[in-house]
């Protein structure tokens, strides 16, 4: 089995490749080692000491590492366990874990008021096909938090999160979208 590696413009995270799919849907991010209780390949990527954060896409894992860490020291260990993982066709998450799978809910009410119901469809809908295909190649997530008096909130996740560029992918190119499709929005943050 071949995992292909990827470098991400966060420096401390690194996109891997595994050839097959990881989450069949929605995202999964583990901040922590608490987090990673869920997941026994996640669990085994922080045991490993540099390891400061695990994100699982559709096709993909990220990991960041910490400060001091090196890469050339700690992607061939990370390699190992995703090896061993994939090869021994383990399970990504415990069985009856209900924190297992976080999956992102169109539903979900962030306070938007009932008249910004078409602006927040116009931006979900920008969020969804423009943003987050492209923020997925770089190896992490955003989602939509909510919008109101003109700011649009977003969360990061993954190679997202941490990131020396993120400020300017949400001020320059996720904000500039937005204001050019959706002239309601202001302005955008990230929570």
Not at 11 to 24: N, S
Not at 39 to 57: I, N
Not at 176 to 187: A, D, F, I, R
Request: hydrophobic share 40%; net charge negative.
């Amino acid at each position: 089995m071949l995992i292909e590696t990827e470098t991400t413009p966060n420096p401390a995270t690194v996109k891997f490749l595994p050839g097959r799919t990881v989450m069949e849907v929605g995202t999964r991010d583990f901040a922590t080692p608490e987090d990673a209780e869920a997941s026994p390949l996640a669990e085994a990527l922080f045991s490993l000491g540099d390891v400061e954060g695990v994100f699982f896409g559709r096709d993909f894992i990220s990991v960041t590492i910490g400060s001091g860490a090196e890469w050339r020291e700690a992607k061939p260990q990370i390699l190992g366990v995703l090896l061993d993982h994939f090869a021994g066709d383990m399970p990504l998450f415990r069985t009856g874990s209900a924190a297992a799978i976080a999956i992102e809910d169109d539903d979900t009410d962030y306070g938007d008021a009932p008249e910004d119901a078409d602006i927040v469809a116009q931006i979900r809908e920008l969020i969804e096909t423009r943003v987050r295909p492209a923020v997925a190649n770089d190896g992490g997530d955003i989602l939509y938090r909510g919008f109101s008096d003109g700011v649009v909130s977003l969360h990061m996740q993954g190679a997202c999160a941490g990131c020396p560029s993120s400020t300017a992918t949400l001020k320059r190119g996720i904000e500039t979208l937005l204001k050019h499709y959706v002239p309601e929005v202001t302005e955008v943050r990230a929570i």
